[in-house]
């Protein structure tokens, strides 16, 4: 495999996990850590034992961790073999954690993603997947190999940037980023109107459209605006995700050949405390 990709973590920057910020909990821990960890997840909540996602772990590696505590199960990610600027699996989050080079000798990929039960996998020593995705005709949500990263995540070690979206600039988001000890980048941003967003029905459905022309501002949809819809509480988290899904899909950045990120100021501090 090239060993110029890597593997990217895409999330939601603004959500809420054990009743605060996410980034805010991020930094206090010092990792990023698994669904068998926080209990929450962008797709479906199955990382308990016995659930789909224990199921899937046992299948894929062996049973090598089904009597592994949560904390040393792996965390999931997508090999960004398109180098899209918002990450390989944005799907999962506007944002994304991109892993430094040497994470990639303990990382795992199948494709396609793992509740699909694949029986195509591969390491970064010999990687077929590559060719597998990019033969297949995907809906760009769907585009993507999935990664399982093995070891912890260290976010002052393992992680080369955090890659968040402009519209979060000048927010609580973007100050808690830049206390988590790894640098932070923009990409491009995503950005869909009601109008364009209204021409898809047929993609998650009318009800998804409707609530998305409810919640934007000034007729536009962005992932603080889909964020703030979320923690409102007055919407079903499920119906807000399929939101999300028509700006993920229809409001993305360009073609990544045209789009770079850029650099934000970092501030001087690291990461105490760090849990294994």
């Keep these: 495999m090239d060993p110029a990709l890597r593997v990217t973590l ?3 920057p603004d959500r809420l996990l054990r009743g605060m910020a996410i980034l805010e909990a991020m930094a206090e821990d010092g990792v990023y850590s698994s669904q068998f960890v926080t209990g929450t997840s962008n797709g479906g909540l ?6 789909d996602r224990w199921r899937w772990e046992s299948r894929i590696f062996d049973t090598a961790y089904d009597a592994a505590a949560a904390h040393e199960r792996p965390v999931y990610g997508a090999l960004n073999f398109r180098r899209k600027p918002v990450g390989g699996a944005p799907r999962f989050g506007s944002a994304h954690f991109r892993l430094a080079a040497d994470t990639l000798a303990r990382t795992t990929f199948c494709y396609p993603d793992s509740f699909l039960e ?5 390491v970064a020593a010999r990687m077929g997947l590559i060719e597998l995705a990019l033969a297949d005709r995907q809906d760009d949500l769907d585009d993507y190999i999935e990664a399982q990263v093995h070891g912890p995540v260290r976010l002052d070690r393992h992680v080369e940037a955090l890659v968040l979206d402009p519209c979060y600039r000048g927010t609580e988001v973007e100050a808690a980023a830049l206390r988590l000890g790894c640098p932070v980048e923009w990409h491009p941003g995503f950005r869909l109107g009601v109008e364009e967003l209204r021409r898809r029905p047929d993609y998650r459905g009318q009800e998804y459209v409707d609530l998305g022309t409810r919640i934007a501002v000034d007729g536009v949809l962005d992932p603080r605006i889909v964020g703030d819809a979320e923690r409102s509480g007055r919407h ?3 119906a807000v995700k399929k939101v999300w ?3 993920a899909r229809f409001g993305a950045p360009g073609n990544p050949a045209d789009s770079q990120v850029t650099p934000a100021p970092m501030e001087g501090a690291t990461v105490e405390g760090l849990r294994p």
């Design 46 to 51: 199955t990382a308990h034992p016995g659930g």
């Design 236 to 238: 079903d988290p499920q």
């Design 118 to 122: 694949p029986s195509n996998f591969g």
């Design 10 to 12: 895409n999330f939601h």
């Design 245 to 247: 899904h028509y700006l």
